[in-house]
């Protein structure tokens, strides 16, 4: 098991920067994968960005080059840091983790990107 705290979401203009971070409550050494999702009112939740154990990353398309996913295991965090925001990346955040599995996720926060 994991708790999983998000931080970081804000307002921000079109073409701003934003950091978001995950702190999870246990090492997150072995953690075969961790990621953030987004989603917005009456759509499914969809995935950002995920990076495994190994450190490999992946990307939804639209945020490749703009956003990147990295971890600290020393803080047992991992962060998103998003570059040229538009108004569509307009959501909520969440944090995941898949252990063995199962999957645990976060409370969420918001970004919102105005034009």
């Known amino acids: 098991q994991v708790q999983l705290v998000e931080s970081g979401g804000g307002l921000v203009q079109a073409g701003g920067s934003l950091r978001l971070s995950c702190a999870a409550s246990r090492s997150i050494f072995s953690i075969h994968a961790m990621g953030w999702y987004r989603q917005t009112p009456g759509k499914q939740r969809e995935l950002v960005a995920t990076?495994?154990?190994?450190?490999?990353?992946n990307y939804k398309d639209s945020v490749k080059g703009r956003f990147g996913i990295s971890r600290d295991i020393a803080k047992k965090t991992i962060y998103l840091q998003m570059n040229s925001l538009k108004p569509v990346d307009t959501a909520v955040y969440y944090c995941?983790?898949?252990?063995?599995?199962?999957?645990?996720w976060g409370q969420g926060t918001q970004v919102t990107v105005s034009s």
């Open positions: 995941n983790a898949d252990i063995g599995g199962s999957e645990y």
């Open positions: 990076i495994t154990n190994l450190g490999n990353t």
